[in-house]
Structures are given as C-alpha cells and as structure tokens.
C-alpha cells in the first residue's frame, strides 16, 4: 500500500487530458462600420453606469420601468432560474475531481426453518467507505471544462433574454408616448373640425352652403374620429405588453398620457472588434462551442479505461454489544480498473457525434457574428437616412399646414369651396402624422442600435 499510492498520485499528476484544448474559431472582423462613415461620434460618459444603457435617454419614467424587467419579467426568471442550475451544475462536476466517503449501519434480526427447527439470528454492522476516480486521462476535467463554459453560456443568454426584454419595452414606451401625441393631434384637428361643421351647417341653414359641402365636412370629422379611436386601442394594447414585460397584468398596470421629454441620443460607437464581446448573443454561441470542445474530449475519454481508488472499514457482529471492537472489524481496500472491451463502435459513435455538434456550434457562432455586424450596420444607415427623412418631413409638413391655413381663409372670403378646405387639411393632418411615425421610427432604431451594440453588457461579466 504504501509503495502503491505514490505510484498513483504520480499517473494522476502526470495525467493528460485527452481530446482537443479550446481556441476560439476565427471569423473575419471588418475594421469598420460600412455605415459609420460620416456618423458623429458620441463622447464617452465614464460616470455613467454602464449597465443602465437607457440612461442616455434621461427619462425617469422609462428608467423606472426598466429596472424591474430584471426583477420581475418571467421570461428573464425562467433563464436565471437555468442559470443558477448550470452553476450548481458546475460545482457537482468539481467535486468528482475530489475523493467521496459514505457511511452505512444496519441492524437485522432473522430466521429461518430447517430440519423442522427454527432458528433466529442477528446482524449488526457499522462501516464507512471512500473511493476516488483518478483523473488519468481528463475526463472528469473535461466535463468541469464543459459545465462552466455551459455556465458560462447561461449566464450570457440570460443577458441577452434581459437585453431582449429592456429593449422591447424601450421600444413599446416610445411607441406608446408617440401615440400620445398622435392621439393628441386627432383631438386638435377633431375640434377644428368640429368648428368647420358648427360654421357650415349654420350656412346651410340659411341655404348658403350646399347640402355636399355639409356631407363632406361630416364626412372629415367623423373619419378623424375614427382614427382616433384606431389609435386608442393600439395605445391599450402597447400599455397591456408594457405590462407584461415588468411581470404585471394589464389590470394592475396603467401609464397615464404624456409628453415624451426624453432625448434622443448620439450613439456611442465601439469598433467593430468590440461586437464580439459587447453582444451577449455572440458570447452565449461562442460558449457554446468552448461546451462542445470539451465534450469533444470527453467522449475520446470513453476509449480509456477508469481507474478508482477505494476504501472501506467497520464492524460487523451478531451482538450489538461490543459490535465496535477488534475483533468485529472488517475492511477492504485496492484499485478498481474498469472499461468497455466490445462496443461495436458505440464510442467511436460517440466521438463523432461530439465532433459534429462542434462543428455545428462553430457554424452557429460564425452567424451569430455574421448576424450581429449586419442589425449594427442595419441601423446605422436607417438611422443616418432618418435623419434627413425627417428635416424633409418637417419641411413638408410646416408648408402642408401654411396651406391648409390660406385655403381656409380664402373659403372664409368665399373664393374657393370646402372641398378645397377638406383637401388641404387632410394633407396637413396626414403630414403630421407621418413626422409623427418617422420620429417613432427614429426613436426605435436608436434603442435596436444601442441593443445591437450590445447594451451595457460586457464579456467580462460572465462568471469565471
């Protein structure tokens, strides 16, 4: 025994860990944004909390609202619940690494007939015992390997289901507060309205104005009223997914009207590089392939056999009195070697399904990459051509009401007919909500880009 356990502790030491080590695949990295050029580059904030990407917006309400998505959002429950489970994953795989002792104690009384007589007997025993796998060949380590970069993996998708998660509601909020002002604006241009049919009818009551003129502008009020209404149910529906987001239901959550006060931010850029670690999407696949890597070896492991050191001792007696004694001792010790002499190439099996799940893996990272440069570049350029979208919008619209103002009060001095008035009205309320939509547009794509780039999460974050 005591030249036999050196000599294991020394295969052990010098074990190796077969099956290949990982090295992140390589994928090719433009050294700048296609659509960056020309695109003005923000100031960094170091005082800024780089987690709360949304502070760039400096709106209270919407900080508030997305602070409890990592709180109270099932979905994002859910996927920290697995990550917890993939780190209490990791912490049985290391304990493999390390010897295990149990204990057992019985105590029986039985009896048997034989030859017409009855015979009773007991059995009491005490006895403890250890083994430990020695890691030759790595397999055990192989599978720590897996497990943490599996960990690791859920602790990247539960970042990205959170970025998901703040992202989405971002969106919803601007969406919900641009409707505020559409909303807004149908009840200005209904009241208008209103006015023009109050003014009309009494025309028409003292035979002025035709009965057409009447029906058109009845036909004006009633269908911005329509619009409004169409609107309203949008706004309850975006109100009701706001709700569900901070783990609430539509009843127990409502966001009265107002003014979106926020400010639309100048992105910061990061170069390109920077996506691979800045996108816990991209993190979550390359992970997942530093998994199968491993598993990989693990698999090679089966072709080896396993050798376990055990240990056991105690005491064993038909008398409960003096059972802990010399005498009563019993004890057992030596190697255990163990491993598959015929499979029919179940192993072999076993390495190649490792192998092509580690490819897939890598092909999985590859788009990921491929997918993470192509929504960044998306929207950059929909953010540049919103930009001049939008001042030419402002421009049409500013003209769309000027008219709109000059043809009513040429049809106050009886030089044109309403349906003239209607026309250019209905153009001006159009213009308006079209720079309504664009600047809503606007406002997403700036929270899809700050998402695209990651948020305010980093690599570095993942557990060791």
Same mark, same amino acid.
């Given at each position: ?8 502790l ?25 659509? /960056? ?7 960094p ?33 859910? =996927?920290? @619940?697995?990550?917890?489970?993939a ?38 025993? $005490? ?7 020695l ?13 943490? @970069? ?35 604006? !149908?009840?200005?241009?209904?009241a208008?309205?209103?006015? !023009? ?14 009965r ?13 009223? @329509? ?10 529906q ?16 409502? $966001? ?46 089966? =072709? ?8 056991? *001792? ?8 003096n ?10 010790l ?28 890598v ?6 990459? $491929?997918? *993470? ?34 043809t009513?009060?040429? =049809? ?22 079209n ?7 606007q ?7 700050? /998402? ?13």
């Open positions: 025994m005591t030249k036999f356990t050196p000599v294991l020394a295969l052990l030491l010098s074990g190796c860990a077969v099956g290949p080590d990982y090295h992140r695949p390589t994928v090719k990295v433009p050294s700048q944004y296609k659509e /960056a050029q020309g695109w003005r580059q923000a100031q904030q170091d005082g800024q909390d780089k987690g709360e990407w949304w502070a760039v917006y400096h709106d209270e309400t919407l900080s508030g609202l997305l602070r409890q998505v990592a709180i109270s959002n099932q979905n994002v429950a859910q =996927y920290e @619940a697995q990550y917890r489970q780190k209490a994953l990791v912490a049985a795989s290391r304990s493999d690494l390390f010897p295990s002792a149990t204990y057992t104690g019985s105590s029986t009384r039985s009896s048997s007939t034989g030859d017409s007589q009855r015979t009773t007997s007991n059995s009491h025993s $005490l006895q403890a015992s250890a083994s430990w796998e890691d030759i060949w790595g397999k055990l380590r192989r599978t720590l390997e897996e497990n943490k @970069a599996s960990a690791q993996a859920s602790a990247a998708e539960l970042a990205n289901i959170t970025l998901s998660a703040q992202s989405e509601l971002a969106q919803d909020y601007f969406q919900l507060r641009i409707m505020d002002q559409q909303i807004a604006l !149908y009840q200005q241009s209904i208008a309205y209103q006015r !023009y049919l109050t003014v009309i009818n009494n025309k028409y009551q003292v035979g002025s104005e035709s057409a003129t009447l029906a058109q502008a009845q036909a004006q009020l009633e269908s911005a009223r @329509a619009s409004a209404l169409d609107l309203r149910w949008q706004r309850a975006t109100e009701h997914a706001i709700a569900m987001l901070i783990g609430k239901t539509p009843a127990e959550f409502s $966001l009265p009207a107002a003014n979106l006060t926020a400010t639309l931010p100048t992105i910061p850029q990061s170069i390109p590089s920077e996506l691979l670690q800045r996108r816990p999407d991209i993190a979550y696949a390359e992970r997942n392939v530093a998994a199968a890597n491993a598993a990989v070896g693990v698999a090679i492991a089966g =072709y080896y056999p396993d050798l376990t050191l055990s240990a056991s *001792g105690g005491f064993s007696s038909s008398t409960l009195h059972l802990i004694s010399l005498p009563n001792r019993v004890w057992s030596g190697p255990e070697l163990s491993g598959t002499l015929l499979d029919f190439g179940a192993t072999s099996a076993n390495v190649e399904q490792a192998r092509a799940s580690y490819d897939a893996a092909a999985s990272y590859r788009q990921a990459v $491929l997918t *993470g440069f192509q929504e960044v570049e998306n929207y950059l350029v929909q953010l540049h051509t919103l930009q001049d979208e939008i001042q030419a919008q402002q421009l049409a619209t500013e003209a769309s009401k000027e008219s709109a103002r000059v009513y009060n040429q =049809y106050q001095a009886g030089m044109i007919d309403y349906l003239d008035v209607a026309t250019t009205e209905n153009t001006s309320l159009s213009a308006q909500q720079l309504l939509s664009l600047q809503s547009t406002w997403l794509a700036s929270v899809e880009l700050i /998402a695209a780039l990651g948020g305010g999460w980093d690599a570095k974050n993942l557990p060791e």
